[in-house]
């Protein structure tokens, strides 16, 4: 199986991207997990992200294609992939199309989370996150069992940068201008599939199983 998942910010496309790839035993490659990773080990490539990740834009085409090219090859990938967060522009979809024509295999489908603006909102500014173990809460739909604790490892929960209410307002402009046209992207590589992800966590990830299940063996 291999796929896309695309949509705005906080729409849910990392959530779920964690259980379909440990459902179809496939690997998850999330460019902000591996981005914020490199902001944390301070390595060159996570400075200079940083500054573009914190305003909320989005970090230079060729740094983010290089770290997927190098994830693809991961044996983690061997079974398939989730794609969580990239490609997010056109010059980033058409370097993902050269990659895997490459190795000869091509992406089976791109799932367009769909949720409306002021869910997506909440979903943000309420999200919480372990700097330990980079497990995900929200404060009003997927608290954790003591308040600002993480449930797994027993960190303190911080708001990521991102989440302030300016730079979640910029990360929605530039999904608008920069990645929303992939959406016609791929529907005319008829490869898109829209999903209405405004409901709860299980019941989105209820009917996405569904949607991918004629991909799993492959
Ligand atoms: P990234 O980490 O990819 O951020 P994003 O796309 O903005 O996505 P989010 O993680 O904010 O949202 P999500 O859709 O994954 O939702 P989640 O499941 O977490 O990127 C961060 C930055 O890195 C970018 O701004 C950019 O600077 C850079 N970057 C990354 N990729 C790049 C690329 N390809 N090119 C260039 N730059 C790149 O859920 C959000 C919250 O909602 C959570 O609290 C969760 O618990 C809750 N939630 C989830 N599902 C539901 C539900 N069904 N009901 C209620 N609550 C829910």
Do not use: W
């Not at 301070?42 to 090219?69: C, F, H, W």
């Not at 199309?97 to 603006?117: E, Y």
Request: a neutral charge; proline letters at 6%.
């Amino acid at each position: 199986m291999r796929v896309v998942f695309l949509g705005a910010p906080g729409v849910g496309k990392g959530t779920q991207a964690d259980r379909i790839a440990a459902q179809c035993q496939v690997g998850k490659i999330s460019t902000g997990d591996l981005l914020r990773e490199a902001v944390r080990d301070q390595t060159v490539l996570g400075l200079e992200a940083k500054s573009y990740m914190d305003q909320g834009n989005l970090v230079p085409d060729a740094v983010v294609i290089g770290l997927v090219r190098e994830k693809l090859a991961d044996p983690s990938c061997a079974n398939g992939f989730v794609l969580d967060g990239f490609p997010r522009t056109v010059p980033q979809a058409e370097a993902l199309g050269t990659v895997l024509s490459s190795k000869g295999i091509a992406l089976d489908l791109v799932v367009n989370f769909q949720v409306p603006r002021e869910d997506i909102v909440r979903r943000l500014s309420g999200r919480r996150s372990c700097p330990k173990c980079q497990a995900t809460f929200h404060i009003d739909f997927a608290p954790p069992k003591v308040d600002g604790v993480c449930d797994r490892c027993g960190e303190p929960l911080v708001q990521r940068s991102d989440d302030r209410r300016d730079a979640i307002e910029m990360r929605l402009k530039v999904y608008g201008e920069q990645t929303a046209p992939l959406v016609r992207y791929y529907d005319e590589r008829q490869l898109l599939h829209p999903m209405d992800a405004s409901g709860a966590v299980d019941v989105v990830f209820q009917h996405l199983s569904q949607e991918l299940a004629p991909y799993r063996a492959t």
